[in-house]
Nanobody, 121 residues
Framework: QVQLVESGGGLVQPGGSLRLTCSAS????????IGWFRQAPGKAREGVVC????????YYIDSVKGRFTISRDNHQNTVYLQMNSLKPDDTAVYYC??????????????WGSGTQLTASF
């Protein structure tokens, strides 16, 4: 049974940093396409970053390039999202997810319950 549990969200001032953690179970990370998406109030889901299973290539959306970094610890079956230089527009619920990669997109089949990030003074 695939399970993903996110943690690490919270309130941070613009310009600050935060690291999200995703604990995965029921599958092996190093054989999975894994990533994060977010959803802000009143907005559609937005894929933030994804690691393609076949070759480990990482895809970031333009708005987070240079600020966010995804990493994984295959031994611990854990994925991290380091977020720096946070902006108010980054405010959203962040979800860790796994699925497949096709047509240059990560298509997610499983995700966790999410963790709230709020970047505000």
């Amino acid at each position: 049974q695939v399970q993903l549990v996110e943690s690490g969200g919270g309130l941070v001032q613009p310009g600050g940093s935060l690291r999200l953690t995703c604990s995965a179970s029921g599958f092996t990370l190093d054989y999975a396409t894994i990533g994060w998406f977010r959803q802000a109030p009143g907005k559609a889901r937005e894929g933030v970053v994804c690691i393609r299973r076949s070759d480990g290539k990482i895809y970031y959306i333009d708005s987070v390039k240079g600020r966010f970094t995804i990493s994984r610890d295959n031994h611990q079956n854990t994925v991290y999202l380091q977020m720096n230089s946070l902006k108010p527009d980054d405010t959203a619920v962040y979800y860790c997810a796994t699925g497949t990669f096709s047509d240059n997109y990560c298509n997610y089949d499983y995700w966790g319950s999410g963790t709230q990030l709020t970047a505000s003074f």
